[in-house]
Nanobody, 125 residues
């Protein structure tokens, strides 16, 4: 049974940093793309970042690419999202996800098969 559990969210002020973690269990994930998505109230879920199976490819949405860093530790089955210089517009529930088709990349949430429960990030101005 595949499970993803996010942690590390919280309430911070603009300019602060947070590191989100996603612990995966129930399978082998070293061949799968791992992604982070977020969803604000009243809005659709949107892509934040993904990292390839080896960690060699990292892609970010434009609004976060100079502030966020995605990484993964395949030995521990953990993916991280380091978020620096947070802005109020980053406020959302953040989800980690796995694209279970091996060796595939993508930014479309519909292509991801497993999801965590989400962790709330709130950034005040």
């Amino acid at each position: 049974q595949v499970q993803l559990v996010e942690s590390g969210g919280g309430s911070v002020q603009a300019g602060d940093s947070l590191r989100l973690s996603c612990a995966a269990s129930g399978g082998a994930f070293s061949s799968y793309t791992m992604g982070w998505f977020r969803q604000a109230p009243g809005k659709e879920r949107e892509f934040v970042a993904y990292i390839s199976w080896t960690g060699g490819t990292r892609v970010y949405r434009d609004s976060v690419k100079d502030r966020f860093t995605i990484s993964r530790d395949n030995a521990k089955n953990i993916v991280y999202l380091q978020m620096n210089s947070l802005k109020p517009e980053d406020t959302a529930v953040y989800y980690c996800a796995v694209r279970s088709v091996p060796l595939r990349l993508g930014t479309d949430p519909n292509d991801y098969n497993y999801w965590g429960q989400g962790t709330q990030v709130t950034v005040s101005s």
